[in-house]
């Protein structure tokens, strides 16, 4: 009798480890993406930014299309892009418009807010605009994974004390 129990829970405990199939943390961004050799056009395509466990993979929401795939120890650089919505100064050309219209500017030109990310190797990169409820996530899952994460806000680096 002991002998059965014995079997059973080795039998189980082996097909709960070891008959999982491994679960990646997956997150919905956009991808900027050319249309061709012929076109200029770039475009925001949906896409599905999968942390693995050696391979950053950037897949299709739309079907198994895989876009890029890094390897963790290929990648030299990533930083995060946030451009808060407000115009700047120099977003306006024209000094008229600077001295007659000043804070009319901000109400006719602001932006949406968002993220960006952006990564390179030593001979690709890609540049994924992220949705704002997973930015911090994906933030993080490069600090668990040893990235020194540069962050960019309105076009100014922002640097981070050394403690």
Do not use: C
Request: glycine content about 4%; proline content about 2%.
């Amino acid at each position: 009798m002991n002998k059965i129990i014995l079997i059973i829970t080795i039998l189980f405990i082996s097909m709960t480890t070891f008959g999982q199939s491994m679960s990646f943390e997956k997150y919905e961004v956009e991808i900027l993406k050319n249309r061709g050799l012929g076109n200029r056009d770039t475009r925001e395509v949906n896409a599905i930014l999968i942390f693995e466990k050696d391979f950053l993979t950037v897949k299709s929401r739309r079907n198994n299309e895989v876009y890029k795939t890094y390897d963790y120890s290929k990648i030299k650089s990533v930083e995060h892009l946030f451009l808060s919505g407000k115009p700047s100064i120099d977003d306006s050309d024209s000094s008229i418009i600077k001295t007659f219209f000043g804070d009319i500017r901000t109400i006719m030109f602001e932006r949406k807010p968002s993220h960006w990310l952006s990564m390179t190797t030593e001979n690709d990169f890609a540049v994924l605009k992220l949705e704002n409820d997973n930015f911090k996530l994906i933030t993080l899952e490069f600090k668990i994974r040893k990235f020194n994460l540069d962050k960019v806000v309105d076009n100014k680096p922002i640097v981070t004390p050394i403690k």
